[in-house]
């Protein structure tokens, strides 16, 4: 297939244009696990598009919910107006969110619902009569998106540097990534549940008095997969509670099968107040974000107001767009009826043994691994931090596997309709091309 006369027009995110539009790598379609490039080539998809592509690509049920929505109703305001999929879609997630959930707050992608938890925060502990509570505490290493309450809450320099000072009032805890004592864990790992309590060192620094919320990733995806270790996510809640501190957790990533759960909350067996989530809600098929709110959130805001009141200042004009409601319902049928966040828990052996051995390739400086999402760090080149995982990215998207980057760390999160040989094919790849990288 040709490639497009004019690449320069596309300011893509996230990319290197000039690099990329020298060399541009083009996808031209895509079905089950695999991609088509613009040269006719398959190409395993080893990272579910971006995190999100959780059902496989071009799955017939959701192809077609969305094109006999579209058919029917296009668009539909949610401004003081509605449609029936939204509502029906709100009831399906409160009823499969961890006991104790009671609305969805909908908008069109991760960033959107990250500042919308974070307001949403302000709001509440404003409507309780605590405004005082207005500082937000992120984590360093976070990702939260790229809006500007998710980048000043998130913690990555790269996100940050360009762009100001960005919210006041935030302050982040320690990262959890420890490769001293927790170099090629499987699975969680052994050290650092004590880390949580550096959201106490802050505590003392600003008074519990003055903080909102603090906001995690169960599992940190985009800075280089970095797993929690065992019984911090449960400390951190107990902190939380001890203070009156709402508890966030960015699910854009984990959500919907990807650590073989509903969402990372059911499989660490800690309840947040707040869940954002995105990407897979939809399989990656219409943008779509959400934040599931714990129930008293929206009643504690409603109380003292009137009822024609506008109980939250906030809302997107894709907010619950019909399209996307659609994709959603689908998505979770499909999930459900194919028992696919069953099939994930079922492969992560298969692929965490896959992946650990891969220890033994030149340059790999870890490996760690939860449900079917991987991380493989490698040695940066001297003076060339990242350029070592860019090529080692290019080289397996010419060998037919699609896997991700950050820096110089691989970030791997297949479709959970995976199969173990594809699997092996992933970590065969990316054995070969190790072997040979300088």
């Known amino acids: 297939m040709k490639i497009a006369n004019n690449l320069s027009p596309f300011w893509m995110p996230f990319t290197a244009n000039r690099q990329y539009k020298a060399s541009p790598r083009l996808l031209v379609a895509a079905k089950g696990n695999h991609y088509t490039s613009h040269d006719g080539r398959q190409v395993l998809d080893g990272t579910a598009g971006l995190w999100?592509?959780?059902?496989?690509?071009?799955?017939?049920?959701?192809?077609?919910?969305?094109?006999?929505?579209?058919?029917?109703?296009?668009?539909?305001?949610?401004?003081?107006?509605?449609?029936?999929?939204?509502?029906?879609?709100?009831?399906?997630?409160?009823?499969?969110?961890?006991?104790?959930?009671?609305?969805?707050?909908?908008?069109?992608?991760?960033?959107?619902?990250?500042?919308?938890?974070?307001?949403?925060?302000?709001?509440?502990?404003?409507?309780?009569?605590?405004?005082?509570?207005?500082?937000?505490i992120g984590r360093e290493r976070g990702y939260h998106g790229v809006g500007f309450g998710g980048i000043s809450v998130g913690g990555i320099?790269?996100?940050?540097?360009?762009?100001?000072?960005?919210?006041?009032?935030?302050?982040?805890?320690?990262?959890?990534?420890?490769?001293?004592?927790?170099?090629?864990?499987?699975?969680?790992p052994r050290y650092g549940a004590?880390?949580?309590?550096?959201l106490e060192r802050l505590v003392t620094l600003h008074d519990a008095s003055t903080i909102a919320a603090v906001i995690v990733e169960p599992v940190a995806g985009s800075t280089g997969v970095l797993v929690p270790p065992q019984g911090y996510l449960r400390r951190l809640r107990e902190i939380c509670d001890r203070h009156g501190i709402l508890l966030i957790f960015d699910e854009v990533i984990t959500a919907f099968g990807r650590v073989g759960s509903m969402f990372a909350a059911d499989r660490f067996g800690v309840t947040p107040d707040l869940i954002t989530t995105a990407k897979a809600i939809t399989s990656g098929t219409v943008p779509m974000g959400a934040v599931l709110a714990r129930a008293g959130l929206f009643e504690a805001m409603a109380q003292n107001q009137p009822e024609n009141a506008i109980e939250l200042?906030?809302?997107?004009?894709?907010?619950?767009?019909?399209?996307?409601?659609?994709?959603?319902?689908?998505?979770?049928?499909?999930?459900?009826?194919?028992?696919?966040?069953?099939?994930?828990?079922?492969?992560?052996?298969?692929?965490?043994?896959?992946?650990?051995?891969?220890?033994?390739?030149?340059?790999?400086?870890?490996?760690?691994?939860?449900?079917?999402?991987?991380?493989?760090?490698?040695?940066?080149?001297?003076?060339?931090?990242?350029?070592?995982?860019?090529?080692?990215?290019?080289?397996?998207?010419?060998?037919?596997?699609?896997?991700?980057?950050?820096?110089?760390?691989?970030?791997?999160?297949?479709?959970?309709?995976?199969?173990?040989?594809?699997?092996?094919?992933?970590?065969?790849?990316?054995?070969?091309?190790?072997?040979?990288?300088?």
């Open 52 to 136: 999100c592509c959780n059902a496989g690509h071009g799955d017939p049920r959701i192809v077609s919910a969305i094109q006999q929505q579209a058919a029917v109703l296009d668009y539909a305001p949610s401004f003081q107006m509605g449609h029936p999929a939204a509502f029906e879609l709100a009831a399906r997630l409160v009823q499969a969110a961890p006991e104790g959930f009671g609305n969805v707050f909908f908008c069109g992608s991760g960033s959107e619902a990250v500042d919308s938890a974070l307001k949403i925060a302000l709001a509440y502990q404003r409507s309780i009569g605590q405004g005082g509570r207005t500082r937000l």
């Open 157 to 188: 320099v790269g996100n940050r540097k360009q762009f100001g000072p960005l919210l006041t009032g935030v302050d982040h805890m320690r990262h959890t990534h420890d490769l001293e004592r927790n170099a090629f864990s499987r699975g969680l």
């Open 194 to 198: 004590e880390l949580a309590d550096d």
């Open 313 to 438: 200042a906030h809302g997107y004009t894709y907010s619950a767009h019909p399209l996307a409601c659609a994709a959603a319902l689908a998505t979770l049928d499909v999930y459900r009826d194919d028992g696919l966040f069953e099939r994930a828990s079922a492969l992560e052996d298969h692929w965490q043994e896959a992946l650990h051995a891969l220890a033994v390739k030149p340059h790999v400086a870890d490996i760690r691994n939860l449900g079917l999402i991987g991380g493989i760090e490698l040695a940066p080149r001297p003076g060339a931090p990242g350029a070592r995982g860019y090529e080692l990215f290019t080289r397996c998207y010419e060998a037919g596997v699609l896997i991700r980057v950050t820096g110089d760390i691989v970030a791997l999160s297949p479709p959970l309709t995976i199969e173990p040989d594809e699997i092996d094919l992933i970590a065969e790849t990316l054995g070969r091309e190790l072997s040979t990288l300088s």
